[in-house]
């Protein structure tokens, strides 16, 4: 017993030195807006330009630096972030919305595009990449589970005649939703499209069709 109450003391005496090492040490770390100097200044550091692929990407617009972090951008912000995307879609200027879904599944199979090997950076170079993220043809037996499944996405949605107007929410939520994904939800990982020139509209226009063609596979 007597040990334990000299082992208990030497811990009740020092403990006020402990408690000024760890104060001091928490003092002495960076904060948040000094690491993410750090990290920006090491990124800079570590890339450079290489043929197509430049420097820029690693610029952040508001919603990739709200959404960089490990916690939810306050709602305002996520409202902020999806009004500002909402604004930048630009809907097809004819009001035809869907291609061909022949064309469209052809994109939805190529991940190819916009890296520093290829030549050209304009969108009728690049896949839209849609199979490494969604199940999308029943077919397909090679798919991602990072999005939701996408087979029966029209047929569940009732669009048996996308030119319909009763149809008209669903396609011009679908078509936003490819233009710039941040419109409808602030820290989404979906591409976005149309905003960043990673496809074309008549390339969207295919990507449309393969969705909500009542002939296409999806659909079937």
């Known amino acids: 017993m007597k040990n334990v109450r000299i082992s208990k003391a030497l811990r009740l005496a020092a403990y006020p030195a402990l408690l000024a090492l ?33 420097m820029k990407r690693l610029d952040q617009d508001l919603g990739q630096q709200a959404c960089s972090s490990d916690q939810a951008p306050p709602e305002a912000v996520a409202k902020s972030i999806e009004s500002e995307a909402m604004a930048s879609i630009r809907w097809p200027a004819d009001g035809r919305y869907l291609g061909d879904w ?29 199979y490494n993220c969604h199940q999308i043809s029943k077919q397909e037996v090679s798919f991602g589970t990072i999005g939701p499944s996408l087979y029966n996405y029209g047929k569940l949605r009732g669009v ?22 941040k419109a409808y939800s ?29 002939r296409s596979p999806v659909n079937e």
């Open 22 to 54: 760890a104060v001091g040490g928490c003092a002495s770390l960076p904060s948040s807006a000094e690491l993410d100097a750090q990290a920006r200044a090491m990124l800079q550091a570590s890339f450079r330009d290489e043929g197509i692929a430049t």
């Open 102 to 130: 022949k064309e469209g599944e052809k994109l939805a199979q190529n991940g190819r595009g916009m890296t520093w090997t290829d030549k050209s950076a304009e969108p009728a170079a690049n896949g839209a990449n849609c």
């Open 160 to 181: 048996s005649n996308p030119a319909d107007p009763a149809a008209a929410p669903i396609v011009q939520y679908t078509w936003g939703k490819l233009w710039n994904s």
């Open 186 to 214: 602030a820290c989404s990982n979906m591409p976005r499209f149309g905003h960043k020139g990673l496809l074309n509209e008549d390339q969207i226009r295919h990507v449309m069709a393969l969705l909500l063609d009542p």
